[in-house]
């Protein structure tokens, strides 16, 4: 994997006791869909979450200040079409 630190647009799921569970994020023009969640954990005032997208690892973090989201690592290699 590589730290990449791209911007993106995530959807994503609040249940009830607010517990964030990504669903779809974008990422080189394509939408992914989150096939799984893994480890999850909390840096300063950032959400970060391990999940799987095509097959692949991707990291991603949402600023809980700003709502914002990022991709903060990605695979090192592209993705098939």
Do not use: C, Y
């Not at 994503?12 to 990422?27: K, M």
């Not at 997208?53 to 993705?79: K, M, N, V, Y």
Request: charged share 30%; net charge positive; aromatic share 8%.
């Amino acid at each position: 994997m590589k730290v990449v630190n791209e911007e993106t647009v995530v959807e994503a799921q609040f249940d009830v006791t607010g517990e964030i569970t990504p669903r779809r994020f974008t990422w080189h023009g394509r939408t992914l869909s989150v096939e799984g969640v893994g480890r999850r954990w909390k840096e300063g005032d950032e959400q970060r979450f391990m999940v799987m997208a095509s097959g692949q690892p991707f990291e991603l973090r949402l600023d809980e200040r700003t709502l914002r989201w990022q991709i903060a690592r990605a695979p090192s290699t592209r993705l098939a079409a």
